[in-house]
């Protein structure tokens, strides 16, 4: 099946450093990856659409000037949270959707990377 | 307005069958799709249904029936490890996956 690789696995870092995370489809192209967070025994919460060459789309009340994404190639999608606080710290997942027309142009997930901010 | 409807929680008998339901209202609908998602981990796909009826893979099946916007996910045999939350999720007109809240299932040996 399709693999979604996400490294960090897990960071921890200081309040009012950025951090990188990197998502990667590693068997299959995704013109179109997904950022997601979630908090504890929350659902997941739409983020951003990450478009292979062109800006990403934010959803309402995401700042872009704080997550900054980046799609690259049609492999790889970061996101990078700036000047992070202790209200970051979550789950945050990507997903990558797989259009080659197979299992009907379903999304494999990363599996996550848990930001602590201290 | 979108919404998904599922169960916050349920709990089943190891070896036992449970069906989890999930119904929807969206704008549009392009597919369903089920979720499983152990604490601490990224969900992993487990199924789509994009026409009226069953699919079955191994001991887990999903149903599907559009014009009643519902779908369940069945689980037979379960075992220990089938204890996690089940996501629903709909594709609506725009391509965006709508989620569901989740299930969280319990399984007692």
């Known amino acids: 099946g399709a693999v979604v690789s996400q490294h960090p696995s897990r960071v921890i870092c200081k309040s009012g450093t950025s951090v990188k995370i990197e998502c990667r489809s590693l068997?299959?192209?995704?013109?179109?990856m997904f950022w997601y967070r979630q908090f504890p025994k929350q659902s997941l919460m739409l983020m951003a659409t990450s478009n292979e060459g062109s800006k990403a789309t934010y959803e309402q009340g995401v700042e872009k000037d704080k997550f900054l994404i980046n799609h690259a190639s049609l492999t790889l999608s970061t996101l990078t949270v700036t000047s992070a606080h202790p209200e970051d710290s979550s789950f945050y997942i990507c997903?990558?959707?797989?259009?080659?027309?197979?299992?009907?142009?379903?999304?494999?997930f990363g599996p996550g990377t848990r930001l602590t901010v201290l | 307005g979108q919404n998904i409807d599922q169960p916050t929680e349920m709990t089943a008998t190891e070896g036992a069958i449970v069906q989890i339901n999930c119904t929807y209202q969206?704008?549009?609908?392009?597919?369903l799709f089920w979720y499983q998602q152990h604490a601490g981990e990224a969900p992993t796909f487990l199924s789509y249904n994009v026409l009226d009826g069953l699919e079955e893979k191994g001991r887990f099946s999903s149903f599907l029936s559009r014009s009643k916007g519902y779908s369940y996910l069945l689980l037979k045999e379960l075992q220990m490890k089938d204890s996690a939350s089940y996501l629903c999720a709909v594709r609506d007109s725009n391509y965006q996956l709508i989620w569901g809240a989740g299930t969280k299932l319990i399984i007692k040996p």
């Open positions: 969206t704008s549009g609908f392009n597919g």
């Open positions: 068997d299959f192209q995704a013109t179109t």
């Open positions: 997903s990558a959707r797989d259009s080659s027309g197979g299992d009907a142009d379903t999304q494999y």
